[in-house]
């Protein structure tokens, strides 16, 4: 089955506590992004990749990091999580700039 | 950059009513403009998407209109029915250069029994 995963589902940390929230997708697709979701702001872009270690900011990438490794595999990386990166998180991929875009299910991610 | 934004945020019809959301964006080189259904607990998932060779395109009971002069677009779901609620995003996008695709506040759609 074509599709985008990610881990963990849910997370609860506390502030400075270094996380990874990986992504996976089983469709060769060279586009992946990660987006924020919050309350009346929409999706937000954090960062983009076009192809393996080819990587970009978005509109909202302070605070985060990203690597593209391989292909199939795009983790975002907080360093030191803050409270105010408390939000709902999706990673997304697809093969071209007009083609269909696959979202993950979503990770939600709490900051004390 | 591009700047897209969506009305109304919440909308609730009747079941079998009509439903309209619409976008306006702000980058003429835009020419790629998607619409995704997001479920409760799900991720958003692309229902319909309109390039801008074209005015209107029908899926069933939805379809997607574009005015590239006045750079706005719009969702229409006919016959709504109780499994049309839930979150609506529309995006534009540009068919060069980055991945980038830049989205609306979404609109919540509730379809009253």
């Known amino acids: 089955e074509a599709q985008v995963t990610q881990n963990p589902r849910y997370l609860i940390t506390v502030t400075g506590k270094k996380l990874t929230v990986t992504c996976s997708q089983n469709?060769?697709?060279?586009?992946m992004s990660w987006y924020r979701q919050d309350p009346g702001l929409g999706l937000r872009q954090i960062y983009y990749?076009?192809?393996?270690?080819?990587?970009d900011k978005g509109d909202v990438p302070e605070g985060y990091k990203v690597s593209r490794k391989e292909k199939r595999n795009f983790p975002l990386i907080l360093e030191s999580p803050s409270p105010n990166q408390t939000s709902l998180y999706f990673c997304?991929?697809?093969?071209?700039?007009?083609?269909?875009?696959?979202f993950g299910p979503g990770t939600r991610l709490t900051v004390l | 950059g591009e700047n897209v934004e969506q009305h109304p945020s919440t909308l609730s019809v009747q079941e079998g009513d009509s439903a309209v959301i619409k976008c306006t964006y702000s980058?003429?080189?835009?020419?790629?403009f998607p619409w995704y259904k997001q479920e409760l607990g799900k991720g958003p998932q692309l229902i319909i998407d309109?390039?801008?060779?074209?005015g209107e395109k029908k899926d069933q009971r939805i379809a997607v209109t574009l005015n590239k002069t006045a750079k706005h677009f719009s969702l229409h779901i006919t016959e709504t029915q109780p499994e049309d609620s839930a979150v609506y995003f529309c995006?534009?996008?540009?068919?060069?250069?980055?991945?980038?695709?830049?989205f609306g506040t979404g609109t919540r759609l509730t379809i009253i029994p």
């Open positions: 309109i390039r801008s060779n074209v």
């Open positions: 469709m060769n697709h060279e586009y």
């Open positions: 997304a991929s697809r093969q071209g700039n007009d083609n269909e875009q696959f």
């Open positions: 980058d003429s080189a835009s020419n790629y």
């Open positions: 990749s076009m192809n393996v270690e080819v990587t």
């Open positions: 995006a534009a996008g540009a068919n060069f250069g980055n991945e980038k695709l830049t």
